[in-house]
């Protein structure tokens, strides 16, 4: 079965503080996401990954940063954390193809 | 990438077959489509991919209109595990994973 985890699963943040989240993934894919879910929205991609030490800006990359250390790991580092970024964060990897094996998720709030 | 458009929210009951449908009206030769669900408090999850004619797989079954503009998801014999946000995605393939998440339709399941 395919595996993706994030730690951690839930964080409560102070605005201007820093944030790191983090996922692993034991599926050998070489893709990796990382999506952010607003309540009652769709997902939103702001960064992604297709080689280790490599990350590539998706759609909403403002605010965030990227590490990808391994094939397995791929982080979401949040320098100054502010209000907006409050949401549900989802990790994701896949194959070549669009088939995505996501995360539970990680519901952050920033205070 | 295509547009697509999904009703907002379907109401079934138990044991009922639904038919998701979605539009995507400037569907590109490129193009194919594809369905995740995604229940509370968790990722999406891949339900099924295709092209054109008729997909079928154990979980359940896509049928797309003859000039692609109309693609429906049908679910057989629905649970209350059922209950959840169905996108539909429209994206070439060998898209790098970057799916664009819309707000999909929310089916409610009662028993």
């Known amino acids: 079965e395919a595996a993706v985890t994030q730690s951690p699963r839930s964080k409560v943040a102070v605005t201007g503080g820093k944030v790191t989240l983090s996922c692993h993934q034991t599926?050998?894919?070489?893709?990796m996401y990382w999506y952010r879910q607003d309540t009652g929205h769709g997902l939103r991609l702001i960064h992604y990954s297709y080689v280790a030490d490599s990350t590539e800006k998706g759609d909403i990359p403002d605010g965030y940063k990227a590490s990808r250390p391994s094939q397995e790991n791929f982080s979401l580092i949040l320098e100054l954390a502010s209000l907006s970024q409050t949401a549900v964060y989802f990790c994701?990897?896949?194959?070549?193809?669009?088939?995505?094996?996501f995360g539970a998720g990680t519901r952050l709030s920033v205070l | 990438l295509a547009k697509t458009t999904q009703p907002p929210s379907m109401e079934a009951y138990e044991g009922q077959e639904v038919n998701v449908s979605c539009s995507h009206t400037n569907i590109a030769t490129s193009e194919y489509i594809y369905w995740y669900r995604q229940v509370p408090h968790q990722g999406p999850q891949f339900i099924i991919q295709g092209y054109k004619d008729y997909v079928v797989n154990e979980v359940a079954s896509l049928f797309i209109s003859a000039d692609r503009k109309l693609s429906t998801l049908s679910l057989p014999w629905v649970s209350l595990r059922d209950a959840a946000v169905y996108y539909c995605i429209v994206t070439v393939n060998y898209n790098q994973g970057k799916l664009i998440f819309g707000q999909g339709t929310k089916l409610s399941i009662k028993p």
């Open positions: 599926n050998n894919h070489d893709y």
């Open positions: 994701a990897s896949s194959g070549t193809e669009n088939t995505l094996y």
